[in-house]
Every structure is written in C-alpha cells, then in structure tokens.
C-alpha cells in the first residue's frame, strides 16, 4: 500500500464503514481483508495512487497561489515605498527651491539696503548722485587744451 493515501478514503469507497476512532493500521487491515482487493489489488492501489496523485496537485496548486501572493505582496509593498520615497523626493524639491527663494530675496533685500544707505550719503537724493555722476563723466572727458608755442 502507498504510505501518504488516505487509507480512510479508500476503505469507504470499498464499502467499509470508518469511524474517527479508527487508527491507520486499522484502516490499512480493513482494506488489505476486503473483498475488493483481494479480487482487484491492482484497481485498488491505483485508487491508492490517484488519491495521492490528487492531493500533491493540491498542495502544488497551494503552494503556487501562495507563492503568488507572495509575489503580489511584495509588489504591493515596493510600489508603497516608490510612492513614499517619491512624495520625500517632492519635499525636499520643495524645501530647496524655499530655500532657494529666501536666498534671492535676502540678496534684494542687502542690495535695496545698500541702496538706500548710499542715497542717505548722497543728500538723501538719488536723483543728485546720478547728476553727480553725469558731470564727473563730462568733466573727465573734455579735450585737454594745448598750448601755444611762443
């Protein structure tokens, strides 16, 4: 007899009664003493065996569902970890370019500062200091008069 059939299986479809009680040498001499198989032993070891054959499609068939929820688990999971390490990604985008825009605006702010305080210098009139700077110009460049011999 094969050892992993389920002997119980096998003993009610001879026509054998099986209570839970029963043990599985019990179940293994009900069979082995029926009339079935001692007129047919071969068509009760390939019941035997298709029982058996039925049960490892069963746990194969189990094993690849659990291994493809396994599979579909982990893809679950990364996908999960994509989206967080992509929203991370976007604060720290985002924080740079604040950080970016409060440099700038310091930057305005020091020169606007510096603007100011040299307009303060300048009579507190820019209008003045640009004045001033147009007449220096036309002082530095006019011709320089040579002269005369004699």
């Known amino acids: 007899m094969l ?3 389920r002997k119980d299986v096998v003993a009610e479809e001879i026509g054998k009664t099986v209570t839970q009680e029963m043990k599985v040498a019990d179940l293994r001499e009900i069979i082995l003493g029926s009339k079935a198989y001692k007129n ?3 068509s009760v070891e390939n019941f035997l065996s298709s029982i058996v054959e039925a049960r490892k499609r069963k746990e194969e068939q189990s094993d690849q569902l659990e291994n493809k929820l396994e599979f579909e688990k982990i893809k ?3 996908a999960k970890l994509e989206a967080q390490l992509a929203l991370e990604k976007a604060k720290m985008d985002k924080e740079v370019e604040l950080e970016r825009i409060s440099l700038e605006k310091a930057k305005i702010e020091s020169v606007r500062i510096e603007l100011d305080a040299s307009s303060a210098s300048g009579n507190g009139n ?3 200091c640009v ?7 036309r002082t530095l460049t ?3 008069p040579k002269r005369a011999e004699g």
């Open 3 to 5: 050892p992993f059939a």
């Open 131 to 137: 004045e001033n700077y147009i007449h220096i110009v």
């Open 126 to 128: 820019s209008f003045n």
């Open 142 to 144: 006019l011709p320089i």
């Open 76 to 78: 679950l999971e990364k």
């Open 40 to 42: 047919d032993p071969e």
